[in-house]
């Protein structure tokens, strides 16, 4: 596999994930401090410490933030639908210029290997068509609605988005230039490989080439598609404060935490029996897809699931081993 290292931030990336944080900041900062809490009782600290310039980059975007009519429809407090429009134009970089050129069949036929599993042209002219290929994409209903919205009329609505990317650009140019200092330093740091959990994941979901870009919109996350990816350039700082965590007597009651959710607790139990995807996982215990998302990414964080991609679906895996080193932790030190 051909891995490609950037130095440089992807402007589709951070200018429409600065226009959802600017649209939806107090519920993302919200989440973001639960999931710090649930790595960490200091979790503010962290916050404190190393995020204050990712806030000032946000704050900087809106000043010369475009709203749009539009922007409710994709941007509203979805995230599930935001990050499935911007994989759209993520995976296939020439959409936006084909937007515009398109008629509503060829549009929805350059989208469908973008939403099917199999990756493969499928005509979506036919209602019935598209709602066969949405109700597969094992999304939240939310999500499948506005999706149906989208491919109803995809030239329209994806014109309209275009349109509010291209006035956007100008505020993250003013975004970065107003941080410039503080961003260019977050660049330096990053690192030159990718990290252990992306190269553990890559094999897993592609075969073909894979450009890896840095992200300060989204500085703890880390995002994996098809022919790119994308890296936080906090991430590593991030494992670096939870090695220490986890080598401190701390790390008992984050896991202890973890696994005292109910809904956590929940899906590792059904991981017990095999592996499951997203989807299949949602049914059995009785949350929506989104939700389990949301409790997977701190699964997956604390090392107690792992991922494995077969058929073209990912599929989560119980992680039995650091579950086994958490009961001989609580051994050596309250026996």
Known sequence: MEIRIQ????PVLETLGLAYLHKNFSTVKAEMMTQLSDLDSDGAGFYQTHLRDWEAYVESF???YVCAPCEDFFLGNDTEFFLTVLQLFLEDPDLMTAVGQLEEGALRARLSPLLHPDGQVHPLDRQEDRFALVAGTGLSEQTKWKLLLLLETPQARLS?????????QAAWRYALE???SALD???????????????EILPKVTEGPVTVYPTAAFPLSEWILTSVAFQGVLTTRLVTYRQGVQQSRQALPVLLKCLGDKSKFEILCSLK????????LAEDVHLSPATVSHHM????ANQLVTVEKQGGKVYYQLNQEPIRALLRGIADVLL
């Open 297 to 300: 990414g701190m699964l997956l």
């Open 160 to 168: 309209e988005w275009v349109a509010f990317y291209e006035r956007n």
């Open 178 to 180: 107003a941080n410039r």
């Open 273 to 280: 029996e095999r592996g499951k995807y997203n989807l299949e």
């Open 7 to 10: 130095k440089e931030y992807h």
């Open 185 to 199: 330093t977050l660049l330096q740091n990053a690192p030159d490989t990718v990290t252990p959990a992306v190269a």
């Open 62 to 64: 809106g000043q010369r």
